[in-house]
């Protein structure tokens, strides 16, 4: 009866199972079930908080490919472990930063700085021989033109990359060509980019004829 009056007796069950989550906060053995239910709560969300400063962390990693936003393979970079957990481990883009992967990154980075550093001078003798062979107005390009001077047919870069290919032995895809607007005869200047740090410029002679 006096059991009856004081509610349900919680199961030994159920509080050895609120003891546990309760731990370090120590267990209350009169305490009210409200009470226990906000232990609970608290204790649930001090292990929600502590997952998402784990997950926020950031930690130092090693780019297995070139990712826009983060930067070339070889590279170090500090990310948010969740973000490496979630994304970068699971497709094979970057690996964590032990000192072995740290020794083959500085090995990547070697490799394609001498790699640059050879396609950087190679871009540069290609302009030198091109300004040499093709400058001072070497090029001549014949069009049809009307009465007042204004030429029928344009000149396109895959045109003058072929004349200029055919010159100099140094193979050019047109869309490294910029030609100005020629709408009448003239001397025209044409630039060739062969490397991010490298151009060459040449200038055209453009002949009309009635």
């Known amino acids: 009866r006096e059991a009856r009056e004081r509610g349900p007796v919680p199961s030994m069950v159920a509080l050895l199972l609120v003891a546990s989550l309760v731990g370090a906060a120590g267990w209350v053995p009169h305490a009210s079930p409200a009470h226990l239910s906000r232990v609970c709560a608290s204790r649930a969300s001090g292990i929600e908080m502590k997952k998402k400063l784990k997950e926020n962390t950031v930690r130092e990693v090693v780019l297995v490919q070139d990712i ?9 970079v500090s990310v948010k472990k969740g973000y490496f957990r979630n994304y970068l481990q699971p497709y094979r883009m970057a690996e964590v930063a032990t000192e072995e992967v740290l020794a083959k990154a500085a090995e990547e980075r070697a490799r394609r700085e001498a790699e640059d550093a ?8 290609q302009a030198a021989t091109i300004e040499a062979v093709c400058g001072g107005g070497a090029i001549t390009i014949m069009r049809k033109a009307g ?3 204004k030429l029928f047919g344009s000149v396109t870069a895959a045109e003058v990359a072929e004349i200029v290919a055919d010159r ?3 193979a050019l895809d047109k869309k490294a060509v910029a030609v100005p607007q020629v709408g009448e ?3 025209f200047v044409v630039t060739i980019k ?7 410029s040449i ?8």
Do not use: M
Request: hydrophobic fraction near 35%; aromatic fraction near 0%; charge should be negative.
């Open 68 to 76: 826009r936003e983060l930067g070339k393979k070889g590279e170090i």
């Open 118 to 125: 050879a396609n950087l001078e190679k871009a540069r003798e």
């Open 147 to 149: 009465p007042d001077g």
């Open 168 to 170: 100099s032995g140094v």
């Open 185 to 187: 005869a003239g001397n």
């Open 194 to 200: 062969l490397h991010p740090k490298v151009e060459a």
């Open 203 to 210: 200038s055209i002679l453009v002949v009309g004829q009635e």
